[in-house]
């Protein structure tokens, strides 16, 4: 049995988090968060960690190779403990992390991931946002996130589109019913 891979994406404030945990419990698949696995480096005294912090603390994007330094040991050791899945959460946000991984799943025989795109509007994303008290839920922030989303992680919902790989999910229903709507649609696939 080879690992599954799950790609859970969506704007800010469509309910990730939520699907996740209800994901996890369903399928016993661990999660790649990959903002812990950028603090823990940030923590090591080497160039790469002091670089990483120093991003992190700009709210600044890290670069995708360093992404992916962490994120391939993680995927090989996961494969070789012959676990049963991996669900990388809200990740991969540029289409590069994509290709990137997709050759590394290639490499290790690994089939193709599992693309959820928890869907909805800017207007909902905002609306939710701003409904929201975190500290990056400010309005510059929000709108800066709703950016971001448009450029780098609508390429990745077009390219698994295109290649009728993605599972789209109605993010403006119930909690319930979103994830009612994902175990539907992986029904077979998990």
């Given at each position: 049995?080879?690992?599954?891979?799950?790609?859970?994406?969506?704007?800010?404030?469509?309910?990730?988090?939520?699907?996740?945990?209800?994901?996890?419990?369903?399928?016993?698949?661990?999660?790649?968060?990959?903002?812990?696995?950028?603090?823990?480096?940030a923590k090591e005294?080497?160039v790469i960690g002091?670089?990483?912090?120093?991003?992190?603390?700009?709210?600044?994007?890290?670069?995708?190779?360093?992404?992916?330094?962490?994120?391939?040991?993680?995927?090989?050791?996961?494969?070789?403990?012959?676990?049963?899945?991996?669900?990388?959460?809200?990740?991969?946000?540029?289409?590069?992390?994509?290709?990137?991984?997709?050759?590394?799943?290639?490499?290790?025989?690994?089939?193709?991931?599992?693309?959820?795109?928890?869907?909805?509007?800017?207007?909902?994303?905002?609306?939710?946002?701003?409904?929201?008290?975190?500290?990056?839920?400010?309005?510059?922030?929000?709108?800066?996130?709703?950016?971001?989303?448009?450029?780098?992680?609508?390429?990745?919902?077009?390219?698994?589109?295109?290649?009728?790989?993605?599972?789209?999910?109605?993010?403006?229903?119930?909690?319930?019913?979103?994830?009612?709507?994902?175990?539907?649609?992986?029904?077979?696939?998990?």
């Open positions: 049995m080879s690992l599954k891979i799950i790609f859970l994406i969506g704007r800010p404030g469509c309910g990730k988090g939520t699907q996740l945990k209800f994901l996890t419990e369903k399928t016993g698949f661990s999660v790649v968060n990959t903002g812990e696995l950028l603090r823990q480096k005294e080497d002091s670089n990483v912090s120093e991003v992190l603390k700009k709210g600044g994007l890290i670069p995708t190779p360093v992404v992916f330094s962490l994120w391939m040991p993680l995927v090989i050791e996961r494969y070789n403990k012959k676990e049963k899945g991996l669900i990388f959460d809200g990740n991969p946000r540029k289409l590069y992390e994509a290709q990137m991984l997709e050759e590394l799943f290639l490499m290790l025989r690994i089939d193709s991931p599992i693309v959820i795109y928890i869907k909805i509007s800017e207007e909902e994303s905002y609306s939710r946002l701003r409904k929201r008290e975190r500290e990056d839920d400010k309005e510059e922030d929000i709108k800066e996130r709703l950016r971001w989303f448009k450029e780098e992680v609508e390429p990745i919902i077009a390219y698994y589109s295109g290649k009728n790989a993605l599972i789209e999910i109605n993010g403006e229903q119930s909690v319930e019913d979103v994830f009612k709507e994902i175990e539907e649609k992986t029904k077979g696939l998990l």
